[in-house]
């Protein structure tokens, strides 16, 4: 046992290495270059980069590999390339073609948008909750909610549909507006909505908020901090639906009871004069004591009317 034992220690030290140490493989140039994906089985890159914009959506992903593949290649290896010619028939017999399109995007545009306004539900009451844009205060709320499933079936379906679900003549888009500095920094968004869709937005529905205390509590220290956090909301509210093209504003108004005069509050609504609704009507207007109608802290609903797009023509004319 010791003298086989002897033995083992003495065994050549390159036995012992060679038998453990894997050989190593090593690519010569000619075998790497039949790795990479070839140059003659990509497609040319004239042809990528003449496909449209609303062709690169409904491509393949085995199409987008190919694409990228083919970029990659060239970005490595860049090459003269010839005069743009059109693409080849090739490319729109392939599924992402116009034939192989959605069924509803082989309808024409104007049967498709039937199909959008249709979907939308009911109104409902109270309002669903919708996207919290970043140019306002708050969430919005809709009284018709925007099927969700629709906007998930393809981009051009998503940017075809919005507009016309927004601006339907039932869709009433709930804004808030109301003091709170605090919540308006903790609540910021980074969503925003575009020019394109607020334009489309007919109907909506404005809450002006300055506060619910009891008349015992009224905040008499802090009433102009309110009108102008207010204020600053209104201007928001007029730059947000810059372009758009509102046919009825409802206004709401709450406010603690002796706290604002209506001076103030004219100079607050005279800030919703730049929307230029064709029909401004009164919601729910709490402004504290009904029999305190004619005094300084009165709120004169006719004076909304003033507010409205026509009445502003002709003040103008005078």
Not at 30 to 56: C, F, G, H, M, N
Not at 190 to 209: K, M, Y
Not at 222 to 244: C, F, H, M, N, P
Request: proline share 11%.
């Amino acid at each position: 046992m010791a003298s086989s034992s002897e033995d083992f220690s003495h065994r050549p030290y390159a036995h012992r290495t060679t038998a453990a140490t894997p050989t190593k493989r090593v690519l010569t140039p000619s075998q790497s270059s039949s790795v990479s994906p070839k140059r003659a089985t990509l497609p040319p890159i004239q042809t990528i980069i003449q496909i449209p914009e609303d062709q690169v959506w409904g491509l393949r992903k085995q199409d987008l590999r190919s694409y990228f593949l083919a970029l990659q290649v060239y970005a490595h290896d860049p090459y003269p390339l010839g005069p743009l010619s059109p693409p080849p028939t090739s490319l729109e017999s392939k599924p992402s073609g116009p034939a192989d399109l959605p069924p509803l995007l082989k309808l024409p545009i104007e049967i498709r948008r039937l199909v959008y306004t249709h979907l939308l539900p009911p109104p409902c009451s109270p309002p669903i909750r919708g996207p919290h844009p970043r140019q306002l205060q708050n969430y919005i709320h809709l009284s018709q909610p925007i099927p969700s499933n629709l906007l998930r079936l393809n981009h051009q379906i998503r940017s075809e549909a919005l507009p016309l679900l927004y601006g339907s003549p039932s869709q009433t888009v709930h804004i808030k507006i109301d003091y709170n500095v605090w919540g308006h920094k903790t609540r910021r968004s980074e969503l925003v909505l575009t020019s394109a869709l607020t334009s489309c937005i007919r109907n909506i529905h404005l809450s002006i908020h300055l506060g619910s205390e009891k008349r015992a509590n009224r905040p008499m220290g802090e009433t102009y901090a309110r009108l102008q956090e207010v204020k600053k909301g209104i201007k928001k509210l007029d730059k947000w639906l810059s372009g758009a093209d509102i046919q009825r504003m409802e206004i709401s108004w709450q406010e603690p009871p002796q706290t604002f005069t209506w001076p103030q509050k004219k100079e607050v609504l005279d800030g919703l004069r730049a929307i230029r609704a064709v029909s401004v009507l009164p919601g729910e207007i709490n402004w504290g004591l009904d029999w305190n109608k004619g005094r300084r802290f009165r709120f004169e609903v006719e004076y909304l009317k003033r507010l409205e797009r026509g009445e502003q023509s002709d003040d103008g004319a005078n």
